[in-house]
């Protein structure tokens, strides 16, 4: 006789549910920003969840044919990210990928990694004459270094072409040209 094995998932997450919209996945609390047909199931995100989802600011989580699927998506100011991964998208990604009317739901990740503050730069300002070749501003470059590698310019004159008008007629079909 043979045994029947008891198939349980096994669990790649702990979930626990603190609020009605507060949960906390591997230590890491999230809010429940939406849950478009109870498709929030605490016991199915235990075991599809990644890792690799800890990254984004937001999970969407959607159900199509019985299997849980999750998606990441980023705040709009993170400019690292791609215009598809940022959360203004997220009405585009449930229209095109996940199937019509399907149960989802969104959470957000209450501490997000800080935004990277980049200084601009106006590059309009930053011009070669002001730069020397190792990309310093330096005005007092010498100015008897051999310039070699710039281009000589020369003064060419084009002369207009005047040609004589050409003039067209329309021939009906059939008529030969005179």
Known sequence: MQEVENKTPAKLADVIVLTDNLITINKTQYKIVEDHDNGFNEER???????????YDYIVGDW???QLRFKGFYEDERRDSTLDSR?????????EYCNFGC???????????PLKNRRKVNHKFHTRSTQNKHGNNNKNVNKNTNHSHKRKTTTKHRV???????????????????
Do not use: C, P, Q, W
């Not at 149960?103 to 990694?113: D, G, H, N, Q, S």
């Open 45 to 55: 995100i235990e075991e599809r969840y990644n890792d690799v989802l800890d990254k």
């Open 64 to 66: 199509g044919y019985d």
């Open 87 to 95: 959360i203004s998208h997220l009405e585009d990604y449930l229209l």
């Open 103 to 113: 149960a989802y739901f969104v959470l957000e990740k209450v501490k997000k990694a």
């Open 160 to 178: 207009k072409k005047t040609s004589a008008k050409k003039t067209f007629k329309i021939r009906k079909i059939g008529e030969k040209n005179k």
